[in-house]
């Protein structure tokens, strides 16, 4: 997720996959992978894991007012859930992250990086997949593009489509999968008419808001440019500046230190 925040969902979602025809999908059968993938901050129990490749931080140390928003909360009635990838999703909790030693404990720096050399590995960069290849109700491979050139990957055993809550729908749509008369729109012929395909996926709810201190906090500080509204943090350097100025459409030239953007 975004902010490299460690989220699995709740166990009921998995439960009810299962009961929508997803075998194998329910929480009692995915919980031993996400044991097995993670290398857990506070070391194994019933619902983590400890030395898999994926870094999960907990108790990393925090800004005082995260501290107070949880005590505010807990003295508003809501408990404090140590563990809101454990045994419930509710209540409020610190976050817990998918980061190493600082840095990003992305999909691709856990599971790609350390095994660049093994001989059922190949990693395409620069690629993209159009679409599907079906044939007899069943995906016999892939159709990819890099650039201007287009090829086709066969399958082996078995094809795991995982790219993201928007590609994902996309790609099945234009193989054929997805709402038959949405699909005809675009000139798509249906493989199968899937009605629920795109349509409950959603990316993150978010409402952002802000505050202001008047002293000094050690977390970066947001300078704005005044004319392009660009954007960006600087934790060493308190100036105010376009950020971008190379690629700002109003070709705005870095701003002079002491003028604060608005």
């Known amino acids: ?64 007012v995260m501290d107070a928003l949880i005590a505010a909360a807990v003295l508003a009635g809501i408990p404090l859930n140590p563990d809101y990838n454990g045994a419930s999703t509710d209540s409020i909790s610190r976050i817990q992250f998918n980061t190493r030693e600082g840095r990003r404990a992305s ?84 493989v199968l008419d899937l009605h629920g395909d795109g349509r409950t996926c959603m990316t993150i709810p978010c409402c952002r808001w802000s505050m202001n201190r008047a002293t000094i906090t050690r977390f970066p500080t947001i300078r704005r440019c005044r004319q392009c509204r660009c954007m960006t943090s600087c934790a060493r350097t308190p100036r105010w500046w376009c950020p971008i100025p190379s690629r700002c459409s109003f070709r705005c030239p870095p701003m002079r230190r002491g003028t604060p953007g608005r």
Do not use: Q
């Open 107 to 190: 999909t691709a720096a856990a599971f790609l990086a350390p095994a660049p050399d093994r001989p059922n590995l190949s990693v395409l960069p620069a690629t993209r997949v159009e679409r599907l290849m079906i044939e007899a109700s069943r995906v016999d491979g892939v159709r990819c593009r890099r650039g201007a050139e287009r090829f086709d990957i066969g399958m082996g055993r078995e094809a795991a489509l995982s790219a993201g809550t928007i590609k994902s729908p996309r790609i099945l749509m234009l193989s054929g999968i997805g709402p038959a008369t949405h699909l005809n729109t675009f000139d798509i012929a249906p």
């Open 1 to 64: 997720m975004n902010g490299m925040i460690y989220v699995r969902g709740h166990a009921m979602d998995y439960d009810a996959w299962a009961l929508a025809g997803c075998r194998g999908w329910d929480w009692a059968n995915v919980l031993p992978y996400f044991k097995k993938s993670e290398d857990f901050g506070r070391g194994a129990d019933a619902f983590h894991g400890a030395g898999g490749p994926l870094r999960v931080t907990t108790d990393d140390t925090a800004h005082p």
